[in-house]
């Protein structure tokens, strides 16, 4: 195997040039800068993905470190904060140069195109692991939480649901990936490798939102994590759930439970007070690849979600344990 620090060297030492960073990748710790960010609250959040857990073996490595840095992405965007910096701990089985390569184009693609650095980390020999911190930056007091909902918000979504669900089944051979065209075949997973964070469209919405989290456990659990925080309810319009022509190739009655539990959207789920929506649309009307979707309403019923019959609907998704 190759040293550590010849694969730090040869992959991971991009050197970057910022003044936040006075010591970067090649000491003990690197040492920030925050001399330009006054009246501003670092936000710090933690990732882990083992392979077969969090993404099958097998995964381009391109796609893997796309995915690692894009769901940290996704929770400084949930929180409203700006990408400023990630530190990176890798577990490998072994140097493979062609592995390394591809996972560093991957990630390095996607931390350029949000202007975040990467400061240090940790390398070792064991099981495939990565473990990805991101750092970032929000208004004093301005984070977006989950706490936050009132009744009579409504709620939203960003982009659409379920697409990533629906191309981990086809990879899992749960469903004939056969019956869909190609086009939607690769969109779905795509959708699973190559996630979008809504960092730039969280930067408009932090303005207007009352809470926020990211979809990765599936819509109904994580709308769950509002509802418990805020200490409210939900009635949802299932008809308003937004789903992709690919994921509809599937009929819409098939497909609604992927968008409702598959988890792997990465999209934002927040809720807004009915007087602000209109300043929000405004807000995005130059903005027409920004996708959002009013699905529903907050209410009283404290941790229950319904539809719009006011039929129960049962909160599921993702288990970690």
């Known amino acids: 195997m190759n040293s550590e620090f010849n694969i730090i060297q040869q992959y991971f030492n991009w050197q970057p040039c910022s003044d936040s960073v006075a010591v970067g990748i090649g000491d003990d710790a690197a040492v920030l800068n925050f001399t330009h960010r006054q009246n501003q609250q670092l936000v710090i959040s933690v990732d882990t993905l083992i392979e077969g857990v969090h993404f099958p073996e097998n995964t381009p490595a391109k796609a893997i470190g796309h995915k690692v840095l894009a769901v940290n992405l996704s929770d400084l965007a949930a929180m409203?904060?700006?990408?400023?910096?990630?530190?990176?701990?890798?577990?490998?089985?072994?140097?493979?140069l062609e592995w390394l390569n591809d996972f560093s184009v991957g990630l390095k693609k996607l931390a350029d195109q949000y202007n975040i650095l990467l400061i240090g980390g940790d390398t070792t020999r064991g099981n495939l692991?990565?473990?990805?911190?991101?750092?970032?930056?929000?208004?004093?007091?301005?984070?977006?939480?989950?706490?936050?909902?009132?009744?009579?918000?409504?709620?939203y979504v960003t982009g659409t649901l379920g697409d990533a669900a629906i191309g981990l089944?086809?990879?899992?051979?749960?469903?004939?990936?056969?019956?869909?065209?190609?086009?939607?075949?690769?969109?779905?997973?795509?959708?699973?490798?190559?996630?979008?964070?809504?960092?730039?469209?969280?930067?408009?919405?932090?303005?207007?939102?009352?809470?926020?989290?990211?979809?990765?456990?599936?819509l109904l659990q994580d709308l769950g994590h509002i509802l418990n925080a805020s200490k409210v309810g939900a009635q949802l319009d299932l008809s308003l759930i937004p789903l992709s022509k690919?994921?509809?190739?599937?009929?819409?009655?098939?497909?609604?439970?992927?968008?409702?539990?598959?988890?792997?959207?990465?999209q934002l789920?927040?809720?807004?007070?009915?007087?602000?929506?209109?300043?929000?649309?405004?807000a995005l009307k130059d903005n027409h690849d920004l996708k959002i979707s009013c699905i529903g309403k907050i209410n009283n019923n404290k941790?229950?979600?319904?539809?719009?019959?006011?039929?129960?609907?049962?909160?599921?998704?993702?288990?970690?344990?």
């Open 129 to 155: 692991s990565l473990t990805l911190q991101v750092m970032g930056f929000v208004e004093t007091g301005k984070a977006l939480l989950r706490s936050g909902a009132k009744p009579n918000d409504k709620i």
């Open 269 to 282: 789920l927040f809720t807004i007070p009915p007087e602000k929506e209109q300043q929000l649309q405004n």
């Open 80 to 96: 409203g904060a700006e990408p400023a910096w990630f530190t990176l701990a890798l577990s490998l089985p072994e140097s493979n």
């Open 303 to 321: 941790g229950k979600i319904t539809d719009y019959l006011g039929h129960r609907i049962n909160p599921a998704g993702y288990q970690h344990f």
């Open 169 to 218: 089944a086809m990879l899992q051979n749960r469903l004939d990936a056969s019956s869909y065209t190609q086009k939607a075949s690769e969109f779905c997973q795509k959708a699973l490798n190559y996630p979008q964070p809504q960092n730039h469209l969280s930067q408009i919405i932090k303005y207007y939102a009352t809470a926020c989290l990211d979809i990765s456990d599936g």
């Open 246 to 266: 690919s994921a509809l190739e599937l009929g819409r009655n098939q497909a609604l439970p992927y968008a409702l539990s598959g988890g792997d959207d990465y």
